[in-house]
């Protein structure tokens, strides 16, 4: 039998936002480890997934942003299962601002990235090829595309 503490598991949702060909991600930085994730932060309780979306590029980023359709999840579990996360990834457009890092302290840097700079850069969860394969126009047709995790 497997006895696990009774944990919550914990949702993100995040921006898939393209400007000119290229992707926004985010830095975050852990000590001296930088790493990078797309835009976006955790549900509050009785916040809807777009508001909960907004609301966290608004901190992050200080921009306004649409929110548009779901373009995959996934999980990341922790191999000792010490996390959950249940990533929602939507695609959204910037309405008005001008982007600039939140207050946050894990907050590093953000940047937009093409498809060839993807691979310069460590990405959580590890979703590069589903990243790429938005640059590229496309996709594999998969909404959830499976558990994800990867040590920092």
Excluded: Q
Aim: charge should be neutral.
């Amino acid at each position: 039998m497997i006895v696990r503490k009774l944990k919550n598991t914990r949702v993100r949702v995040a921006g898939v936002l393209l400007e000119e060909g290229r992707l926004l991600l985010i830095a975050h930085k852990k000590k001296k480890d930088v790493y990078w994730l797309l835009p976006g932060g955790g549900v509050d309780y009785g916040e809807s997934l777009a508001e909960a979306l907004k609301r966290e590029l608004r901190e992050e980023l200080s921009i306004e942003a649409s929110v548009h359709d779901i373009v995959f999840v996934c999980d990341s579990i922790g191999p000792g299962l010490e996390r959950h996360i249940v990533n929602i990834c939507f695609y959204c457009t910037r309405e008005t601002g001008d982007l600039s890092l939140g207050k946050e302290r894990r907050l590093h840097d953000f940047n937009f990235f093409d498809a060839a700079g993807l691979d310069e850069v460590i990405i959580f969860p590890p979703m590069r090829d589903e990243l790429k394969s938005v640059l590229g126009g496309g996709g594999d047709g998969r909404t959830y595309i499976g558990k994800r995790w990867m040590e920092l």
